[in-house]
């Protein structure tokens, strides 16, 4: 089911610092940011040679990284996204295996454009894991 690893996203208190280290202290490349209100986060993309980074910060009342950012003020890895094929496909396999799809589990359009759903944490060992059709 599972393709490539699509990026891992870490939360992060000040996208700007973190650019900053990233850029800097890191020595990799680093997108601008983008607002992104209706995923309520502001994200900047850490392009590396076989994957990428993305950084996340709340934007809104209603982000969905607020209540993570309180628990983990520093920051801290948010989520891992796998590519898959088909995600229809992907959802009915797993909601038959009896994961939990966040939301009314039906696919939504993600950062990216593409087709995204989310597993809920507590079935994958602890991980928010975000699939994404390719
Ligand atoms: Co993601």
Redesign the pocket.
């Known amino acids: 089911m599972l393709g490539r690893i699509n990026?891992i996203?870490l939360a992060v208190p000040d996208i700007a610092a973190a650019s900053r280290t990233y850029r800097e202290t890191l020595g990799a490349k680093v997108s601008a940011p983008q607002a992104l209100p209706e995923h309520g986060v502001t994200v900047v993309f850490v392009e590396l040679a076989n994957s990428k980074v993305?950084l996340l910060e709340p934007l809104g009342e209603a982000s969905p990284i607020a209540a993570f950012l309180v628990k983990n003020p520093d920051g801290g890895m948010h989520?891992i996204?796998y590519e898959v094929a088909d995600i229809l496909a992907a959802r009915d396999q797993l909601v038959a295996a009896g994961a939990r799809v966040l939301g009314d589990g039906e696919p939504k359009i993600?950062?990216h454009g593409k087709q995204v759903l989310f597993l809920h944490p507590k079935d994958f060992f602890g991980t928010l894991i975000?699939l994404e059709q390719v």
């Open positions: 990026h996203a993305e989520h996204c993600g950062a975000e």
